[in-house]
């Protein structure tokens, strides 16, 4: 069946510090695949997606390419804030089917 | 747009009581979902509806949940009995293409007591 499998957390990092969240999935065909940002006290918002092998997500200084050979969609940020503080959902999206959400990476980014 | 709404944003009850939780999704989205997320099991889909159409209520854990959705405009989530093992966190959210871009309300914090 359709899964993903998302990096443990919590991760915890310095302001400024490179940060990477591993996501990888199993599904049939070629899904949709999204990243969404639950910030405290929320609900999920969308973060960014990619359709296609190949495509790059990106958003607020995040990236993910869809990498259909190995089955990831690793987010990333080259430099994160405090403000990016929150849990990230990794979700695939088969076709014909609906989201799948991994389990959560909660972020924590000190000053 | 005010996004998705839900009430009560927080409610606390006795065990054995009845609760309803109630969403109006974004105007023009044809696919309403329910989600539960608790830190055990992190975020289930309880129940999803295609323009007002129940389609897949596989997620809902047992016969004292039951959700209805009698227009575009409104659904609710109801709870009875309600146990402390449904404390939870409940979303609700929606979207205008079937399953794909969701857009989520803030969420009814439920204890249970």
């Known amino acids: 069946g359709d899964s993903v499998t998302q990096m443990e957390g919590p991760v915890t990092l310095s302001e400024e510090a490179f940060l990477t969240i591993n996501c990888t999935y199993t599904a049939t065909g070629y899904p949709s695949l999204f990243w969404y940002v639950q910030y405290p006290g929320e609900g999920l918002q969308l973060l960014l997606k990619?359709?296609?092998?190949?495509d790059k997500g990106s958003n607020k200084g995040f990236e993910a390419t869809y990498r259909k050979e190995t089955t990831s969609f690793h987010l990333e940020k080259g430099s994160v804030q405090v403000s990016d503080s929150a849990v990230y959902f990794c979700a695939p999206l088969p076709r014909g089917s609906r989201l799948t959400f991994g389990e959560g990476t909660q972020l924590t980014v000190n000053p | 747009d005010a996004g998705v709404i839900q009430s009560p944003r927080h409610e606390v009850t006795e065990m054995g009581q009845e609760v309803t939780l109630r969403c109006k999704p974004i105007?023009?989205?044809?696919?309403l979902f329910w989600y539960r997320q608790t830190m055990m099991r992190g975020l289930e889909l309880l129940i999803y509806?295609?323009?007002?159409?129940?389609?897949?209520d596989s997620g809902m854990p047992e016969d004292r949940f039951s959700a209805k959705m009698p227009n575009a405009s409104f659904s609710t989530l109801k709870i009875q009995p309600s146990e402390p093992r449904d404390s939870a966190v409940y979303f609700c959210a929606s979207s205008d293409r079937g399953a794909n871009v969701l857009t989520f309300g803030a969420g009814s914090r439920l204890t249970v007591l």
């Open positions: 509806f295609n323009n007002n159409v129940p389609i897949d």
């Open positions: 105007s023009g989205h044809n696919s």
């Open positions: 990619a359709t296609k092998a190949d």
